[in-house]
């Protein structure tokens, strides 16, 4: 039950955080746009690094069409809070339509379906029942280190996070306590893949949101570090995030991860 309703957040999270919006045939006109290819459709958008600052447009085969830097993504997103389409997805009609050519996207489902063979039943064993093997109980297990105060940690990261902001005229961020659940999940993920893509492979934040992820060995350390880093840097004092949730953990080797999540 507890894996469910933690699967039940994350999910609310995911919807939370994917701002969406209409394309039309003007929304890139006079923003800085880098055209490569005039003639290919663009099929989707996506960033090669994390943080993202430059979306690039990609065709069907891989290739590069195109780029728009990441600040002129954020004053569309300001532009357009809501609508139905994923910007991975607008960001490509928009892009075709801004070169007045037009292609087919991808959905954010995919497009491709795998069905998968049934399961063919076998045959029953004949012969004499097998004998069962003696059960030895094994020693139960060692007991695990105990894990400091997480969550006293983390609200530490979140008062030198807003002290950061204070200094740079910003407002203070708000606690979240479905962000912060979720960075406790990721905070852990990140210790055995230190990576903002998950284990099965996904990613948690989407266009609109923000992760910085660290594994210094104090508050102090991690904020400064992320402070001297010019991407966390950006996403620390973005005035377009108003939440965040902030996850730790410590590893059986004695290493400290931490995950910072932001959300409008």
Known sequence: MKKFL?????????LVCAVTAYASSSELEGYQVAVNDWDTPAVFAGGKDWPITTWYLYAEDGSVLG???NRTVMELVKQHPTGSIQWETWLAEAFNEYRQINGTVRTGEG????????????????GPPEEKEP???AAPPAAEPEQP????????VIRRTNAEREKN????LITDEALMELAMIRAEEVSYKYSHERPDGS???HLGCGENVGAKATPEKQVSSW???EGHRENILLDWYSSIGVGYYQADDGSTYWVQVFAP
């Open 6 to 14: 933690r699967a039940m957040l994350i999910a609310a999270t995911l």
């Open 67 to 69: 780029s728009i830097p």
């Open 111 to 126: 497009s491709i379906v795998q069905e998968t063979e049934p399961v063919k039943p076998q045959p029953p064993k004949l």
């Open 135 to 137: 059960v030895i109980e």
């Open 149 to 156: 105060d997480a969550e006293a940690l983390a609200l530490e």
């Open 169 to 172: 005229g910003l407002g203070p």
């Open 203 to 205: 990613r948690v934040v």
């Open 227 to 229: 402070m001297s880093s």
